[in-house]
């Protein structure tokens, strides 16, 4: 059903928990940002991105080739919920489901928002062609590619 110009779209309008499940998957930017290897430190328990794809990510594209079946592939790929959200303080601040759940509502840069996935590369938000495949870095050589995906935001 077309949205009136004055009808406030569901993002606005629905909780994380009202929200259909085409409603909530169309919520991610296809940022990409979250499908990167992690470094946790041991003692500080901090979590830190880097600039090395999963290996199901497309680092072209920051597309998973997997994403229906990725638990599968990749068993501690976090399937994002309504419920887990608030455990998960690593997710990037650009994040829109995080966006939501704080409370900041949806980017300006949001497709959602624009109607165009591009506004997200445009924005600086997206990681593909950004990325080292994960088959061609060195675990030991991890701590080397720490990357703060958080500094456009
Ligand atoms: S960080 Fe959030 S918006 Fe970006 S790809 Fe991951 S789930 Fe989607």
Not at 19 to 29: F, I, K, R, T
Request: hydrophobic letters at 30%; proline letters at 6%.
């Amino acid at each position: 059903m077309p949205v009136s110009a004055t009808e406030k779209p569901f993002y606005e309008t629905k909780s994380l928990h009202e929200m259909s499940p085409a409603e909530w998957e169309s919520l991610c930017d296809g940022c990409g940002k979250c499908c990167v290897l992690k470094l946790e430190d041991v003692d500080t328990h901090i979590i830190y991105s880097t600039d090395v794809g999963c290996k199901l990510l497309d680092c072209e594209n920051a597309r998973c080739h997997h994403y229906a079946d990725r638990k599968k592939h990749v068993p501690d790929c976090v399937v994002l919920t309504p419920d887990n959200l608030s455990h998960l303080s690593w997710m990037p601040k650009s994040c829109a489901y995080r966006r939501l759940y704080e409370g900041r509502g949806l980017a300006d840069w949001h497709p959602l928002v624009t109607g165009r996935a591009e506004s997200v590369a445009e924005a600086g938000h997206s990681v593909a062609g950004r990325l080292f495949p994960e088959d061609s870095i060195d675990e030991e050589d991890l701590p080397d590619h720490i990357t703060d995906w958080d500094a456009a935001e």
